[in-house]
T-cell receptor, first 115, second 114 residues
């Protein structure tokens, strides 16, 4: 069965610094998609970034980028120039590309941004 | 603006009572999902529906029931059989069943049962 592991329950970063959140997953599929979601204190889940497994290029969205290592089954999120508004829970998620319904979420990493 | 609404934001019930959580979307999405979120456990899938009048159990369906009579609505009933119903509940949708997309989430409902 597919699993997603976020081994860092909590991380802290100084404002304007860079932080990397880890995510590993286990799958035997070759076609799949990975996501990072942000859940701020309002608890509204917001998509941060997505990565298709067939794409070798790492996805980037402004200050957010991923380091996708397919062979290692690793999908880390890098946040550059951290801002106070980045403080939130971050969830890594996986879904196979075989047309299934099931998104698998990690347990989340709480990011604190220190002023 | 299109989106997903969940009401109410906070819900309180006495033990032994059934309670229904509302989820409405005006995104014209086919698929809808219900998740339960507990501290340290991420999001766990309760039920999902790919089309109207059809739904399937997720990983933790025991003690819950759903209906999908309209495309835009997917209410979740937490029954008295659910042993530990106090949690945060999230509703989500995706445009097309079977087509990979990011999920769109509602603001959630915090249910407290005493």
């Amino acid at each position: 069965a597919q699993t997603v592991t976020q081994s860092q329950p909590e991380m802290s970063v100084q404002e304007a610094e860079t932080v990397t959140l880890s995510c590993t997953y286990d799958t035997s599929e070759s076609d799949y998609y990975l996501f990072w979601y942000k859940q701020p204190p309002s608890r509204q889940m917001i998509l941060v970034i997505r990565q298709e497994a067939y794409k070798q290029q790492n996805a980037t969205e402004n200050r957010f980028s991923v380091n996708f290592q397919k062979a290692a089954k690793s999908f880390s999120l890098k946040i550059s120039d951290s801002q106070l508004g980045d403080a939130a829970m971050y969830f890594c998620a996986y879904i196979t590309g075989l047309g299934t319904y099931k998104y698998i979420f990690g347990t989340g990493t709480r990011l604190k941004v220190l002023a | 603006d299109g989106g997903i609404t969940q009401s109410p934001k906070y819900l309180f019930r006495k033990e032994g009572q059934n309670v229904t959580l509302s989820c409405e979307q005006n995104l014209n999405h086919d698929a809808m999902y219900w998740y339960r979120q507990d501290p340290g456990q991420g999001l766990r899938l309760i039920y999902y529906s790919q089309i109207v009048n059809d739904f399937q159990k997720g990983d933790i369906a025991e003690g819950y029931s759903v209906s999908r009579e309209k495309k835009e609505s997917f209410p979740l009933t937490v029954t008295s059989a659910q042993k530990n119903p106090t949690a945060f509940y999230l509703c989500a949708s995706t445009p097309k069943a079977g087509l990979v997309s990011e999920q769109y989430f509602g603001p959630g409902t915090r249910l407290t049962v005493t």
